[in-house]
């Protein structure tokens, strides 16, 4: 049975930081793709980040340049550094994990900025 499990969410100060962390288990992602959707309340889940298997990156224009992907493929983990956080990046972060034709979701972690 695959599962992500997300960790690293919590309550921050606008300007503040945080780390969110994804692991998974059941089969290895080291040649798939992982990443970061997030959803507000009120809007559809939107892409943050993803990295595929050999480090490239794509970000939503809203995070270029304050949030930053990566990935450890020994430990099946991929991470979402946030900094310089923004009342407007209040969510909740699904991670997203994908190999071949099948793709799985974590149940989400609450990231809430304060102004």
């Known amino acids: 049975q695959v599962q992500l499990v997300e960790s690293g969410g919590g309550l921050v100060q606008a300007g503040g930081s945080l780390r969110l962390s994804c692991a998974a288990s059941g089969t290895s992602f080291s040649l798939g793709t992982m990443g970061w959707h997030r959803q507000a309340p009120g809007n559809q889940r939107e892409l943050v980040a993803r990295?595929?298997?050999?480090?490239?990156?794509i970000y939503a224009d809203s995070v270029k340049g304050r949030f930053t992907i990566s990935r450890d493929n020994a430990k099946n983990t991929v991470y979402l550094q946030m900094n310089s956080l923004k009342p407007e990046d209040t969510a909740v972060y699904y991670c997203?994990?994908?190999?071949?034709?099948?793709?799985?979701w974590g149940q989400g972690t609450q990231v809430t900025v304060s102004s």
């Open positions: 990295i595929w298997s050999r480090g490239s990156t």
């Open positions: 997203f994990a994908a190999y071949g034709s099948e793709s799985y």
